[in-house]
C-alpha cells in the first residue's frame, strides 16, 4: 500500500508543479499530447519494455540470468510484506495500463501478444486471491524448491553470476547477506503456518533436512559457496586475495550458520506438527490450492476429476499398445515379464559410447530427410548433437536441449547421457532426439527466439502446458515419419508417453483423491517399464510441486485435438506444413490463446 501511496502523491505533486509553472505544463501537455499519438502497438510495446523493467527490479536474479548486471548486488527482498506489495502493485499498473490500449488496432500478432500478456498478468493476479496465499506462502521451502536448492550453485561461480573482477565478488558476498536474510525469513513463514494450521508434509520437510545435513557436513573450504575462492582470476592482486579469502570464509559460515537454523527448526520443531499426508486436499485450503494449480500448470480450466479419467483412460490406452508389441515379437509371459526383458536384455543397450553417439547422429539424418514434408517454417539455428560432458553425466537427465543463440551464431544443441551405458535401452533413442531435438524443443525454442516481431516476453518466455505439450506431440510424428513401425522404436515411445499418462493419474491422485505415496508407486510400478528407484523419485516429485507434470500431457493432447479439427474442418484443403507453421510462428501460447488462433486460421482457409 505504501507503493500506491507514493504514486498518488507524485502524482498530486506534479499537478502542483505544472500550475506553478506554466512552461513545464506546456511542455507536459506536448508530451500527452505526443504519448496519444503513438501508434497501438507503440503503446503496447512500451507497456511491455516498461514491465519488463519493473520486473527485473523486483527479481534481480531474472536481470543477472540476462546477463543485467545493475541488480547484481542483490536478490530481491523475497518473502516479505514489501516484495509482495510492491508485486501486487506492480501487476495491477500492467492490467491498467493494458486497458488503455485498444485490441482491434493491433495487428494479428500483436494482438497474440495482448492477449498472452493479458493471460499471464489475469493468472498472476488470481495467485493474490487471499486464499491461494494462505495456502502457499507459509510453505515457503521443499526438497524441489526453495532457495537452498538453487543459490548453491548459483554463488559457485558455475552458473549465471560473473565472477571476473572485485566487483564481482563483491556483489556475491552482498547477495550472501539476501540469502541469509531470506532463510530466516522462510523459517518465520513457517512459524505462520503453524499459527494458522497450514502445514509442509513431513516426506518432503525430512527431504530438506537431509539436503541441509549434506550442505552443512561440507567442509567450509569445500563448499560451493567458496568455489569463487578457488577460481580467482590472474589480474587480482595479492591484498585482495587475501582479503577476499577472509570475507569468503567468514560470509560461509554465516550461511552454514543460517542453514543450521534452519535445519534445526525444521527438525525439532517443525517436524513435529507436519502433515503425515502427502496431497494438497488434506491441507487446509489445499483443495482450492491445487484447482488454482492445475489452471496455472495447464493454462485450461480442468477439473482434476476430469484429469485423473483422463489418465486412466489413456494408461489403458498405452498399455493395450505394449501388449500388442509382446506379442508381435512373440514373447511368452506377463507384461511386467517383458518389460524386465527389454530393460534387461544386452540387445537393448549402447555396445560403447561412441556406438550411442552414432546411433543419434544417425537418427538425426534420417528425421532431416523427412523434415520438409511435415515443416515448412524451419530454424535458422543449426542443431549440435553430443553427449553431456563426463565430468557432469552422472547428475543430468536423460536427454535436454540447451538453446542456441538467437542470431544463430551458437547452434542448439541435443545433449544425450552416455554414462552408465548398461543403464540406457536403446529402445527410447529415437523418440528422445524428436523430443529434445527436432522437431520438438530444437524447432519451437528457436523459431520464437527468431521471430523478431515478438516481445521478449514471448521469444524468451513460455509455459510448460506448450513447451512440453509441443515436444510430446513432436514425439508422435515418428509415426507418421515411419520410424515406429519397428516394434522396438515403437516400444521405446510408448514406455515414455506412459509415464506422461501415468502423471494425469497419480498427480490428481495424490492431490485430490487422498492417495498415500504406497498407492502412487504402486500404480506406475503396475502399470510401465520403470524401475523402483525412477518411480520413488518421481512421485516424490509430485507430492513436491503438485500440478507441474499434468501439463505435458494436456499440451500434447491440445495440440493433437486441434490438428483433427483442422483436418476434419478444411478436408483435402489440410496442409501439416501450414498446421506446424500456425503452431510455431508466433512462440509459447497458453492453450486458449493458442486454440483461438486455430480457430481463426482454420475459419480463414475456409472461406
Known sequence: M?????ALASGAALSLVLAANPAIARDHHAATEAASEMSE??????????ADERSLKLNPVGALFRGDMRYADRLGDYLTDEHLAASKADNAENLAKLAEIDRSKLSPTDQLAYDVFAYNQQREQEGYAPAILAASEVRPVNHFSGFHTFYPNFASGQSAAPFKTVEDYENNLKRHEDYIAITDRAIGKFREGMETGVYETKLTIGNVVSQLDTQLAMPVEESPFFMPVKNFPEEFSAEEKARLTAEYTAATEEIYAAHERMRDFLRDEYMAVA???VGLSQMKGGAELYRHMVEGTTTLPLEPDYLHELGLSEVARIKNGLEQIKQEVGFEGTLNEFFDYVRTDEQF????????????YDIGEQVDEKIGEYFSLVPKTPLEIKPYEEYREKFEAGGSYNSGAPDGSRPGTFYFNAYDLPSRLTTGNVTLYLHEGAPGHHFQISLAQENTDLPAFMRFGGNTAYVEG?????????YEMGFFDDPWNRYGTLQDE?????????DTGLHAKGWTREQAIDFMLENSGMTRTEVVAEVERYIAIPSQALAYKVGAIKIQELRKRAEDQLGEDFDIREFHAEVLDTGSLPMPVLENKIDRWIASKAS
Open 2 to 6: 505504501k507503493l500506491v501511496r507514493h
Open 41 to 50: 502497438h507503440d503503446k503496447l510495446f512500451a507497456l511491455f519494455a516498461d
Open 275 to 277: 502433515r503425515d499426508s
Open 349 to 360: 543397450k549402447p555396445e560403447s559410447r561412441e556406438a550411442l553417439t552414432q546411433s543419434y
Open 470 to 478: 509441443w515436444a510430446l506431440y513432436s514425439e508422435t510424428l515418428g
Open 498 to 506: 506412459q509415464l506422461r499418462a501415468m502423471r494425469l493419474v497419480v
